[in-house]
């Protein structure tokens, strides 16, 4: 109910003030509530009157919020005692109604249902307005006892106080439709749980990227019925690892990546944060988690690694991709005592073909002789591309399975029998390659490539510069 036009035209402001604190509250023309109820039943009781109510004055009228041994559920407010007792500062008691001069004509005394006591005190909003009384009636005369009054103001604070929790109450519904309103337009997710561990909030991104929205679902089945994996994407997350689980358990969780890996969508990778949600008294009371897609971001930075550890020519790993693997297989070697090799090769006569073909015609050499060397070397073999015309793999084994650099070496030269083709021509290509093998907890990464260098001019030395003089003379065809 709005401000009637009495409000409207009355020029007392503190009576514009109260009927505006009265419509704050929301409650007029509402349905009975039971704390209400039970208020208005015990007032009755105690002061042992068939009539007892919670009313609120408005403007033109007296409702009743609760009301007990009356059916109305209205009336107008100059026929009502309650808008008289607004004006008291305690309790309004009228032992008789008849020995009242206020009251000797009123209509609820002369008329149904023939009131002879009233007794009524404030309920205050909680800025202090009188909003309307927790009253007592009767159709008999008589005075309360000095307990009877002091019960009747008790009861009508309880009542204040069930106005004001009302109210507080409507705004934390309010304040909560707002913030799920808001929740489902942000672009990150958001999700929460209480203090026994179920979902509660659970946002319109969460449930795009989720693809369900499963609130009963307990913390233990939270990865797998939400497709939750480590950053890798690799492996379900274990319940202590899941953010939210975390955070519920009095963890703050600060940029931790996990990926949502739905069977049915690409991986998406997300960046989250989480809190635990504490009482006063430092109680968990649950835990809230946001997610920001950073999928595109990881793109790009593992493309931006890719790319400096790749050799754009050859799209072979690079010198500094060479040297990390290096490290990682001595570190390995050192560990298990097994077989470390490193092999060198570079092009015999590559000044040559750039001389006769040009370097349009060198970097397609190096990009098939890459390729070749590619579909040549196995698993555990890493090739890379040192610098130049020079090529490097790294192999490793364990036991029966420990490479073999000369079975590695003699693949690559039955590879490279085969003269690569450049615009019409074809270009014969050889290699030499020497290598170095280490095993043990004495493993050492710079021996390692110094022995397979000079291996590597060892056989080229060896080889006859047939080379250089064929190059011009090896036409397609």
């Known amino acids: 109910m709005t401000l009637s036009a009495r409000a409207a035209d009355t020029q007392d402001p503190e009576e514009q003030d109260r009927l505006r604190a009265l419509e704050a509250l929301q409650i007029l023309d509402t349905p009975p509530e039971e704390v209400f109820d039970d208020l208005a039943w015990l007032a009755g009781r105690m002061c042992e009157a068939p009539t007892s109510l919670i009313t609120l004055v408005a403007a ?37 109604t008849h020995l009242d001069p206020r009251f000797t004509r009123h209509p609820l005394v002369v008329g149904a249902p023939h009131v002879r006591f009233y007794a ?28 009877q009054r002091e019960g009747l103001r008790r009861l009508a604070r309880r009542a204040s106080e069930a106005l004001e929790t009302r109210r507080q109450r409507l705004l934390a519904q309010s304040r909560e439709s707002a913030i799920a309103e808001l929740l489902d337009v942000l672009p990150d997710g958001v999700v929460t749980c209480d203090a026994t561990g179920a979902l509660r909030e659970f946002n319109a991104t969460s449930r795009d990227w989720h693809g369900v929205d499963a609130r009963r679902c307990p913390p233990e089945d939270w990865a797998r019925h939400f497709d939750l994996y480590d950053e890798r994407g690799e492996t379900l997350l274990e319940p202590a690892q899941i953010p939210l689980v975390r955070a519920w358990k009095g963890e703050r969780v600060r940029g931790q990546t996990i990926v949502i890996g739905r069977p049915d969508r690409p991986p998406r990778s997300v960046s989250c944060n989480a809190n635990p949600l504490l009482g006063v008294d430092g109680a968990i009371l649950g835990a809230v988690c946001t997610m920001h897609d950073v999928t595109v971001q990881i793109r790009f930075a593992q493309l931006m690694e890719r790319m400096a550890l790749t050799d754009e020519l050859t799209r072979l790993p690079n010198r500094a991709a060479w040297f990390a693997e290096l490290d990682q297989a001595v570190a390995w070697g050192r560990r298990s005592n097994h077989v470390v090799a490193v092999m060198f090769m570079d092009l015999n006569g590559f000044k040559q073909i750039n001389d006769v073909f040009g370097h349009a015609a060198g970097d397609e050499v190096l990009r098939q002789f890459g390729q070749r060397l590619r579909e040549t070397c196995r698993h555990g073999e890493f090739i890379a591309r040192l610098s130049g015309d020079e090529f490097v793999i790294c192999a490793h084994g364990l036991g029966d399975d420990s490479p073999d650099p000369a079975r590695i070496a003699e693949r690559i030269h039955r590879a490279m029998a085969a003269d690569m083709v450049w615009e019409g021509q074809r270009i014969p290509v050889r290699c030499s390659i020497g290598f170095a093998i280490e095993r043990g907890p004495e493993v050492d990464a710079t021996r390692l490539m110094e022995k397979a260098d000079q291996a590597m001019y060892a056989a080229k030395r060896d080889k006859t510069p047939e080379l250089t003089a064929a190059l011009a003379t090896m036409p397609l065809g």
Request: charged fraction near 30%; hydrophobic fraction near 40%; charge should be negative.
């Open 120 to 147: 009524g005190a404030l309920v205050r909003g909680a800025g202090g307005h009188r909003l309307g009384t927790l009253c007592v009636l009767d159709i008999r005369p008589r005075e309360l006892t000095e307990l």
């Open 60 to 96: 033109e009228h007296l409702w009743f919020k609760a009301r007990c041994g009356i059916d109305a559920d209205l009336m107008a407010r100059d026929e009502t005692f309650c808008a008289h007792a607004l004006n008291q500062d305690d309790i309004l008691e009228i032992p008789d």
